[in-house]
C-alpha cells in the first residue's frame, strides 16, 4: 500500500515556542492529506484538510492561526503549533488519500508524532 | 450526518479465543466502510475495507468484517486471536463520492490475555 511518513516521531519543547511537524507521501501523490489530533485512549479528530496550493479547511474549533497548515507540493504538507502551549501536548497525525473510481478512497496513515509542551 | 458508534470500548479475550468488534453505522446515503488497527504510539493501518460486492471482507492478520446493510453494521472479527493482536481498533465510515470525509468511531481497545 501507499507510504506515509511524518517526522519527527517525538519532540519535546518549552512553552512558547514553534513546532513542525512535516506529513510526506513517498509513494504517490496526495492532493489532500489530512491532520489529526488524538487525545489518550480516545478516537481521531479531524483538525484541517489539507489542499495542495491552496488554503486549509479547518474543522469547527480549530484555530488556524494556532496551527499553521502548508501543503507546499504534492508530496508534504506540514502542520505547524505555534506559540505551543502545554494544553497543545498530544498525538498528532496525517494522513492521505488515494483516489479510485473517481471517488473517496481509502486513508493512508502517518505514523504519528508525539508533541509533549514543558 | 453520519456517525460511527463502536459499542465496546475495551474487549478482553484469551489467547486463542474467538472475538468480535461491533461497528454500527448511520448514514442517509451509501458509504465505504473500513477497519483501522494502531499500536501504541504509532499511526492507524488499514485491516480491511468494503466498497461494494460480496458483504463477507477478508483483511490483513486473519480479520474479516461482514456488511449488514439492514442492521447498518460492519463488526469485525477473528476465529483465534494472538497476543500481537492487542492495539486499538477503530471502524470508520466515508460518504461515497464525497472524496474527502471519514468519520471514525470511539475504538475498541483490544487486550489479548495469555
Known amino acids: 500500500g501507499a507510504v506515509v511518513s511524518q517526522h519527527p516521531s517525538r519532540v519535546i519543547c518549552k512553552s512558547g515556542t514553534s513546532v513542525k511537524i512535516e506529513c510526506r507521501s513517498l509513494?504517490?501523490?496526495?492532493?489532500?492529506m489530512f491532520w489529526y489530533r488524538q487525545f489518550p485512549k480516545q478516537s481521531l479528530m479531524l483538525m484541517a484538510t489539507?489542499?495542495?496550493?491552496?488554503?486549509?479547511?479547518?474543522e469547527q474549533g480549530v484555530e488556524k492561526d494556532k496551527f499553521l497548515i502548508n501543503h507546499a507540493s504534492l508530496t508534504l504538507s506540514t502542520l505547524t503549533v505555534t506559540s505551543a502551549h502545554p494544553e497543545d501536548s498530544s498525538f498528532y497525525i496525517c494522513?492521505?488519500?488515494?483516489?479510485?473510481?473517481?471517488?473517496?478512497?481509502?486513508?493512508?496513515f502517518g505514523e504519528g508524532s508525539r508533541l509533549t509542551v514543558l | 450526518a453520519q456517525s460511527v458508534t463502536q459499542l465496546d470500548s475495551q474487549v478482553p479475550v484469551f489467547e486463542e479465543a474467538p472475538v468480535e468488534l461491533r461497528c454500527n453505522y448511520s448514514?442517509?446515503?451509501?458509504?465505504?466502510l473500513f477497519w483501522y488497527v494502531q499500536y501504541p504510539n504509532q499511526g492507524l493501518q488499514l485491516l480491511l475495507k468494503?466498497?461494494?460486492?460480496?458483504?463477507l471482507v477478508k483483511g490483513i492478520n486473519g480479520f474479516e468484517a461482514e456488511f449488514n446493510k439492514s442492521q447498518t453494521s460492519f463488526h469485525l472479527r477473528k476465529p483465534s486471536v494472538h497476543i500481537s493482536d492487542t492495539a486499538e481498533y477503530f471502524c470508520?465510515?466515508?460518504?461515497?463520492?464525497?472524496?474527502?470525509?471519514?468519520?471514525f468511531g470511539t475504538g475498541t481497545s483490544l487486550t489479548v490475555i495469555p
Open positions: 470508520a465510515v466515508s460518504k461515497l463520492n464525497t472524496g474527502n470525509q471519514f468519520y
Open positions: 448514514s442517509s446515503v451509501s458509504v465505504y
Open positions: 509513494d504517490f501523490q496526495a492532493t489532500t
Open positions: 468494503y466498497l461494494s460486492g460480496s458483504t
Open positions: 494522513s492521505a488519500k488515494t483516489d479510485f473510481r473517481g471517488g473517496t478512497g481509502e486513508l493512508f
Open positions: 489539507s489542499n495542495e496550493g491552496s488554503k486549509a479547511t479547518y
